[in-house]
């Protein structure tokens, strides 16, 4: 019954999403207030009701409903109970659901939280987003049906992949969904203002915190999803260049971009064609993630089983959604009014330095990950494209951006002094040298020369940013005390500016330390024996079993020493499945921040006395995830800015004038 | 600065950041594009010591360990050419005789020296290329058993 329940309500939330995007903008278009109106309270509905199909879809997997196929085919009765509530989304059906729940609830928030936008600006925003729950739902609703039960109902289910029971893999989907759906937001923002013809710095406003929103969450949704990687496949690595990753990626670049360039719009007034395109741009690469994940053409871990059905009907909604916006780009962007001058060097100029650099970096990751696709489907060979092309790609492209993206904030609105900012950032220049100097006597020089170059631009980024924020709350310049007053009342857009950037400085430090001075070690091992690992030596102690709730697990025991000290036992297991069949591998770490020792098991030798072992380390490479958390951080700092609050709810009598902000 | 000229600059940098892009992206192809081919193809075309990907079903019983202990030995097959494939390392846990395969590395004396095997989430899942070089083989061998006859 409740799964009915479900499917009634997916239908229902169908039809309002077809009111949603129809009535409202007819409305908007004759100026009729009661027509615009529907547009809330259907948003509020068309949440609700998916909501509860959703909820329908959970209760379902939560009680192993195994009448229901989605549940027999990714659930058991064994099944922890947490990963019975993530294996809704950890199948192709229920992260349709949840991309949907998503959409739905990002939808809803522009029309409750917006009242101060303006009606028909409104109006036409929630519509378009109503379009695209129609696609999404259709979509649910003709191929990927997660209600469908079967007769007679299964004693048990198939089991989620156990690859997936992983409490890093239950939340990365959400948070990337998250970031992916948010940016839907700044598409319909984008294609209202199209219709509207109309773009100002009040639009910006509205946009940048959906943006942000969007941003922090795909930064969380994509540093998850790359730790899950380095410790759950052991195999040490932490990004792949792998399509599915670089789905990701791609907005993830795109609406780092967004971010910059709602700026000048905001500030200056410029840049708005161009700010409008790279919402579009944005929405489309989060569609196109979608759709190479969905449709099983790529292979790769996250590949679901191939449907060529669904990949064609996503196919076509990406068609209609960015053909149509760029087709309406198209017939209006020449309208919209070109707004303030600004000299190449300016902060305006760096910002679009910023954007060139993030777009070309944008391209050559979409070339490297269809171009395969591209030769496969014009039946030219089959090829793939991997981590060399990216490193020898992306990586020049990376370098100058990041050395600008510190320079940046140094140059004044509308004409920059490049020579004074250079000269204001000599104490970064100092940092950057005595930690190039130190890296190399620590190492003995050793290590690439890109690895030096590495060093550099991490320290160039985090310390270059304190600069930034140094300068402006003039510290050393006036009394502490002052600085500090300085320091309290800066906007926190500024301190989510500093924040974000520096923490880009402590992962580049991380991806430098890992790529350029891993160890690894693999061998076979028998129990008693010692392996050297770096600085570390590896004794491999006994071999026992441990059973799990849903699986079985071969546990090795290191002890792990350093100059006779014993610094941590580690536990690596090999985990079978006995439902799916299927073994994997749980890695073993130790870290202390400034390395990890990491120990995977691997299988025993023919004769069964013996072990292979993966043994590496890996220095620096929690500070990968430590920087992409402070960047996320940095965003939500940023959004907590009170500009952005101006017009929510609670504000609404004052924010009827909102314009007298201080500039920075 | 008039509108026209700041537009010249922009136009320069996007043109200078489109170039650069391009080269480097070509620059890169031309290095480190990995071709895939199954045992059949391989037969037809010798590819020297260049990087490639093979792919195909692991043969049942060909999975041996060398005495090292990291070492496996087996075979790749597309059920009509096979080529065997040597890899030093752990194997993906979802590695099984009988199952698809993607392997990447270079012939060395008749053998394929794997450099990296890869994983597949999931036990039903036939990589794409596999799936195809299969489907290939299956018609090649069709063909030629019809063709037989005729002969």
């Known amino acids: 019954m409740i799964p009915e329940l479900g499917h009634y309500a997916l239908v229902l939330a169908l039809f309002v999403a077809l009111v949603q995007s129809g009535v409202p903008l007819v409305g908007a278009a004759t100026g009729n207030a009661a027509w615009m109106g529907v547009a809330r309270p259907a948003a509020v509905a068309q949440m609700l009701l998916v909501l509860v199909a959703y909820g329908a879809l959970t209760w379902a997997h939560v009680v192993s409903d195994f009448s229901v196929m989605n549940v027999v085919q990714n659930s058991h009765s064994a099944k922890p109970m947490l990963y019975k509530v993530s294996g809704v989304w950890g199948n192709h059906e229920g992260s349709m659901m949840l991309w949907i729940v998503m959409l739905t609830v990002f939808g809803a928030a522009v029309a409750v939280f917006g009242r101060n936008l303006p009606p028909s600006l409104k109006a036409r925003v929630i519509a378009v987003q109503g379009l695209i729950g129609v696609g999404f739902l259709l979509f649910i609703l003709t191929t990927s049906n997660p209600f469908i039960r079967v007769v007679p109902a299964p004693l048990d289910g198939n089991d989620l992949n156990p690859l997936l029971q992983d409490p890093g893999l239950a939340f990365h989907p959400p948070f990337l969904y998250a970031g992916y759906v948010g940016f839907s937001i700044a598409f319909s923002f984008a294609v209202a203002a199209l219709i509207e013809g109309r773009v100002d710095p009040a639009w910006a406003r509205w946009v940048r915190p959906w943006t942000l929103a969007a941003w922090s969450t795909l930064t969380a949704g994509i540093a998850l999803g790359s730790w899950w990687a380095y410790y759950e496949l052991g195999w040490g690595g932490w990004w792949y260049w792998d399509p599915v990753e670089n789905a990701s990626f791609m907005p993830w670049l795109a609406g780092t971009a967004l971010l910059h360039s709602a700026i000048v719009v905001e500030k200056r007034d410029a840049l708005k064609t161009w700010t409008i395109l790279l919402a579009i741009i944005t929405f489309s690469l989060s569609l196109m993630g979608t759709f190479l994940v969905r449709s099983g053409i790529l292979t790769s871990v996250h590949a679901f089983a191939v449907d060529p059905a669904r990949g064609v009907f996503i196919l076509v909604l990406l068609g209609i959604a960015t053909g149509g916006s760029l087709l309406l780009y198209s017939l209006r962007a020449p309208t919209l009014k070109a707004g303030g001058l600004f000299a190449p060097i300016s902060r305006e100029g760096s910002l679009v330095l910023n954007n060139l650099l993030l777009s070309t970096a944008t391209a050559t990751v979409f070339i490297g990950t269809l171009y395969p696709l591209f030769l496969d489907v014009m039946k030219l060979g089959k090829v793939s494209v991997g981590a060399p092309f990216f490193n020898a790609t992306f990586v020049p492209v990376a370098i100058p951006m990041v050395i600008a993206m510190v320079v940046g904030p140094f140059l004044a609105w509308k004409r920059g002094d490049l020579p004074g900012a250079l000269t204001r950032l000599w104490s970064a220049g100092v940092a950057v040298v005595v930690c190039v100097a130190i890296a190399a006597y620590i190492t003995n020089g050793g290590g690439p020369l890109l690895a030096l170059v590495g060093i550099a631009l991490a320290a160039w980024a985090f310390f270059g940013s304190l600069a930034e924020f140094a300068e402006r709350i003039r510290l050393f310049r006036v009394p502490v005390k002052d600085s500090w007053n300085r320091a309290v009342h800066l906007p926190r857009s500024a301190w989510g500016m500093t924040i974000a950037h520096a923490c880009m400085g402590i992962s580049i430090l991380g991806m430098t330390g890992t790529s350029a001075w891993q160890t690894e070690v693999i061998q076979a091992m028998k129990p008693g024996e010692t392996a050297q690992l770096a600085q570390y030596s590896v004794r491999f102690d006994s071999v026992g079993e441990v059973q799990g709730a849903n699986f079985r697990a071969e546990e090795g025991v290191f002890t792990v020493t350093r100059d006779g000290q014993t610094v941590a036992t580690l536990k690596p297991q090999r985990r079978s499945y006995p439902v799916t069949r299927m073994t994997t591998t749980e890695s073993a770490i130790h870290t202390t921040v400034f390395s990890d020792v990491y120990i995977a098991l691997g299988d025993p030798t023919q004769n069964g006395t013996a072990w292979i072992v993966r043994l590496y380390h890996h220095p620096l490479v929690p500070w990968i995830w430590l920087g992409a958390l402070g960047m996320m951080a940095g965003g939500l700092v940023s959004l907590s800015d009170r500009r952005f609050r101006v017009g929510a709810p609670e504000r609404r009598r004052s924010a009827a004038k909102p314009t007298l902000q201080p500039a920075e | ?151």
Not at chain 2, 10 to 30: S, V
Not at chain 2, 84 to 96: A, H, I, S
Not at chain 2, 98 to 119: D, I, P, T, Y
């Open chain 2, 1 to 151: 600065m008039t509108r026209k000229k700041r537009r010249l600059y922009m136009l320069g940098l996007a043109l200078l950041g489109l170039g650069a892009a391009t080269a480097l992206t070509l620059t890169a192809f031309e290095d480190n594009i990995v071709f895939f081919f199954s045992p059949t193809q391989l037969q037809a075309q010798p590819v020297g010591d260049r990087n490639f990907r093979l792919g195909g079903l692991v043969e049942q019983g060909s999975v041996t360990k060398l005495p090292d202990g990291v070492t496996t030995r087996f075979v790749v097959t597309d059920t009509v050419n096979s080529v065997p494939v040597t890899y030093r390392g752990q194997l993906p846990d979802l590695f099984r005789e009988g199952q698809g395969v993607v392997a990447e590395g270079r012939m060395a004396s008749g053998v394929f020296q794997a450099r990296e095997v890869l994983a597949k989430h999931d036990e039903n899942y036939m990589p794409p290329e596999v799936a195809d070089a299969l489907k290939q083989a299956e018609h090649f061998k069709a063909t030629a058993k019809t063709l037989k006859p005729s002969s």
